[in-house]
Structures are given as C-alpha cells and as structure tokens.
C-alpha cells in the first residue's frame, strides 16, 4: 500500500505513443508501418543493433552506451547485404541520439536501429533491392535474471557457420537459429542455450557472447568460432586490460566448461550474466567468482557514466519531452 508521502508508480508508456525514426522522419510507433510484401518482413534481409541506454538518477543523466561502435557495426553489416549509399556513423549516431531524446524518458531504454531492404518484392536475392532505415527506442530492464546465476544446457542445434549465415553480421533472419536455441533450452527448464560451432567447440550463447576463468585466466572464444563480434565483448576485454587480468583467446572445448573455475556470459541483452550450471553440472562454486563479480561492478560503474577513465564508453543523451 502506498503511503500518503510515497509518489504513485509511474505508468508505462504505451508503444504506439513512442516516437521513432521511420524512413526519414520521426512519427510516432503507430504511423510506423511496411507492408506485407516488404522483402526484409519476407524473407529476413534486414541487419539490426541492440543498444542500451542507462539512466544515472543521481546526475539526472541518460547515457547510451558505445554508440559509435554500434554505428559502425551496423554499416559494416549492412554492406554484407549489399546495401549501400548508407548515412555516416556521425549521422547515425545523431539520429540515435535524438530518437532517444524526443521520447523523454527517465529510465533505462533499448534502442534498435535496423537498415532493412524495403522493397515490395517477392524473390529471394540481395541486389537491386531499396533499403531504409527505422530506429526506435524503450523502456527495458533485465533480459535474464543478472543475479541468481544462469543454468545453461548444451544445445541440440549448432550455431550457424560463417560459410552458411554469418554470425558476425546480425542479420535478422539468422536469428531464427537463435530462436531454436533458446526455446529449446527454456522448455527444458534452463535459462540459455549453450551453442557449438559445426565441428564442437563452444562459440556462445544463444544471443550472447561468453567468457570463462580457468587457473586465473580469462577465456573467450576468437571470431573465427562464429561468433557475433559483440560490442560488449570487446568493452570487457578493455576492461580486463585496465583490472590487470590475464587474457587468452583461443577455442574452447563443451567439457572445459565443466571444470572452469568460473563462466559468464556478456551482451547489450544480458550484460554481465554469472553462469552457475551447465549440463546439470555445477561451474566453478555455483555462485558469482571473483573476476566475475569484480568485472561486473566495474562494467556497471562505467555504463552509468561513473568511471571517468572509460567515459569514452558513454554519449550523454539530452532528454527531450
């Protein structure tokens, strides 16, 4: 019950009322429509980013986190599927910024830009195709439980291969192979998939990249695995470097897992997520390790704009409304 001093909670915005960049101009969700014959709706050839954008309460300051290497990454991306004459990362960034700002919000959002091929088309190919762009922002929490630990289960379905659909690239009808993977896992009762490349080594979660400790060394899988050559990835490996911390990329085996010392996994979705649990069998103590914890607390001190050394991690956002 609240009492007579307590502000009333605050009710969530409704979608449709959220202002979004749509082909050109900023209208509100429910003006932003494409067709049915729209080819990236058909047939998936569309290219995303996940971006979050942390409030920081006690500076009255919202920032979005790495957004130039999410620009650039998206533009890289967007070439894999032959699109081109695509706006500059400055003007990407720009417009990320301000989709962010004009709704007004005061708390933690996710921001998607996505470049898509819009043309009313049916046929399966890349070239001579329109694309355009659309980039809408939310109020977002935790994908997945950060605290308690996630249980992993090996997955059934292995990660798509370079050769096939390029992990690398975020293309939205790749994710379809994440979708496998993380309902398989749920509806047996974990929390995420553990993937493997076509030839067994483990290459990541089912939209998460990995990290594990063995003997006081941090581990992770190289590009080369098929992974998505996550953001976050490469901010912890920063990190790493400024905490001292012993690192090795290198393949990592499905039974090393089994007898690390610790695991977590890292992404804009999950963050810093603590793995206790794979397989039925217990990582490292079963609880949050030390390097673990102490990459988490210095992760979620820079992403809130509280570290000054990793300020370049962070792009203040004015907040409009």
Sequence with gaps: MLTENAPAAKAPPALD????????????QRDARIGIMTHAFMYGTAVFEGIRAYWNADQGTLYGLFLREHMERIRHNAGILMMNDLPTTDELVQLVVETASRNGLREDLYIRPSFYKSTRTVGVRLHHLDHDLVIFAVPFGNYIDIDKGVRLMTSSWRRNADTALPARGKIVGGY????FQKSEAELNGFDEALVLTADGHASEASAANMFLVRDGV???????DDILEGVTRKAILELADMLGLS???????????????????CGTGVQISPVIELD??????????????????????????????????????????
Excluded: Q
């Design 17 to 28: 009322d959220l202002i979004c960049y749509f082909e050109g101009k900023f209208v509100p």
């Design 176 to 179: 379809v192979n994440m979708a």
């Design 218 to 224: 941090l581990l992770t899988p190289p590009v080369t």
């Design 247 to 265: 690192v090795a990329i290198r393949s990592i085996d499905r039974s090393e897992i089994y007898i690390a010392d610790e695991m977590f996994l």
């Design 280 to 321: 039925h069998r217990t990582v490292g103590s079963g609880s949050v390790g030390p390097m673990t914890s102490a990459i988490r607390d210095a992760y979620f001190d820079a992403v809130r704009g509280r570290t000054p050394a990793l300020s370049h991690w962070v792009t203040p956002i004015p907040i409009g409304g």
